[in-house]
C-alpha cells in the first residue's frame, strides 16, 4: 500500500509539474529565438534611451519611416490584449488583431515561416517580459502609400506566406541553416534587393542591396568571389558572426556591428556553422553593390 501510494504522488507531481517544465522550456527557447531575430534591435528605441521592445524607432527607407511597434505585454500600448491566435496571425500573415495589413518594414514574408512551436516559444517569452506603457508613433509615409487596404493586393503579388518546409534531400544541418536564413534572421530582408513596388529580385537573393533600411548599401553575401564572399571560407563566416571579423581583417560595421554584437555572437556554434553551410551552398549571384546605383535604370525593376 505504502509503495502504490508513493508512486501515485510521484505521478500527480510529474504531471504537476510538466506544465511549469514545459514553459520554462519554452521560455528560454523563445528569449534564444528573439535574440536570434535581432527584435530588441529593431523594437528597440536606443538613440533616444527608448526602453526595451517598445517600439519607436524610426527605420529609414526609400518608402518613408516606418516606427516599430511596442510588443511588450502593455494591454493599452502593446500586445497584452493579443491572444496567442493574434500573435500567430501577425507573424505568419501580418495581419493585426484588427484585421489591418501590416506594411513589410514588419518581416513577416520571413516570420511567416516559423514553426509552430518557435512560434509559441516566441509568444510565451514575451508574455513574461516587463510591460511597458509607450504609445505607438505613426508611420511617416507618402500619401499613396497611407491606405493599408492596398497591402492586400501587394501580398498577392509578393508574399509567398507558409511555414519552413525542410529538404528532405538534404543534411539536417543545412536544413537548420535554411531554417534560420529564411525564417529567424531573415537575412533577405536587408540583402536581398527589392522592386520599385518593395518587392524582392528573387534572382538576386542576399545579392546585396544598395537601398537598405537607414540608407545602408547592404553588401552581396552569396558566393560569387569577386562581389560577394566566395574567397570565405566556411569558417571565415562562423568566425565572422561571432566576432565580426572579416577575413582581411577589417570588422563589421553600422548595421551589421549591431547584429553581430546582439544577435548572431549569442547563437550556439552549431546553429553559426549551419547559417554558414546553408549560405555558402546558395547559387553565386554577381552583383557590386556599390556600382549599383549606376547600373539601376538599365535593370528590370522587376525580375
Known sequence: MLAQRHAAVMLWMAVATAPAIAADADTQQGEYLLRAAGCAGCHTDEENQGAPLAGRRALHSPFGTFYTSNITPDPDTGIGRWSEADFVRALRGGISPQGEHYYPAFPYTSYSRLSDADLRALWTYLRGIKPVR????????PWYLRSRATLQIWKMMF???????????????????AYLVNAVTHCGECHTPRNLLGGFKRLQYLAGNPDGVDDAKVPNITPDRETGIGKWTENDLVYYLETGATPDGDYAGDAMADIIDNSTAHLTGDDRRAIAAYIKSLPAVE???????KKKAKQDEYQ
Do not use: I, M, S, T
Open 287 to 293: 552583383q557590386a553593390v556599390k556600382k549599383e546605383k
Open 159 to 177: 508574399f509567398e506566406p507558409g511555414p519552413f518546409q525542410p529538404q528532405p534531400d538534404k543534411p539536417l544541418a543545412w536544413n537548420r541553416g
Open 134 to 141: 509607450q504609445v505607438n508613433k505613426p508611420h511617416e509615409l
